[in-house]
């Protein structure tokens, strides 16, 4: 568990891991359900969960070129549907304050219970 680093004027990221069970799905489809995901809590942000690759369908999802910086977390890459672009990102090589989330994907929206 990270203990809110890093930190910038206030900015901070926990992550931990989450009690609830998680889900990703697109127009009824699943692409990923895990009880073992990741919350991260970052400042001026929603929850993010994080879910391991081992409980996502990587068979549905096709790396897109897009690539973001965050100067927190690394560089992003994205994950898309043929008619959905961007849905889920990656941090394949996170900074080392939030090396938990190294091999798991998030997705823009989820179901949690």
């Given at each position: 568990?990270?203990?809110?680093?890093?930190?910038?004027?206030?900015?901070?990221?926990?992550?931990e891991?989450s009690?609830?069970?998680?889900?990703?799905?697109?127009?009824?489809?699943?692409?990923?359900?895990?009880?073992?995901a990741?919350?991260l809590?970052?400042?001026g942000?929603?929850?993010?969960?994080?879910?391991?690759?081992?409980?996502?369908?990587?068979?549905?999802?096709?790396p897109s070129?897009?690539?973001?910086?965050c100067?927190?977390?690394?560089?992003?890459?994205y994950?898309?549907?043929p008619?959905?672009?961007?849905?889920?990102?990656?941090?394949?090589?996170?900074?080392?304050?939030v090396a938990e989330i190294?091999?798991?994907l998030?997705?823009?929206?989820?179901?949690?219970?």
């Open positions: 568990m990270t203990d809110g680093l890093p930190k910038r004027r206030g900015h901070r990221i926990t992550v891991p009690d609830r069970h998680v889900r990703a799905v697109r127009d009824g489809t699943v692409l990923a359900e895990s009880d073992e990741l919350v809590r970052e400042t942000c929603p929850d993010a969960y994080y879910i391991p690759f081992q409980d996502v369908r990587l068979d549905l999802l096709a070129d897009t690539r973001t910086n100067p927190f977390k690394g560089d992003a890459s994950w898309s549907l008619d959905g672009a961007d849905l889920a990102w990656a941090y394949l090589d996170p900074k080392p304050e190294k091999e798991h998030c997705f823009y929206e989820v179901q949690v219970s």
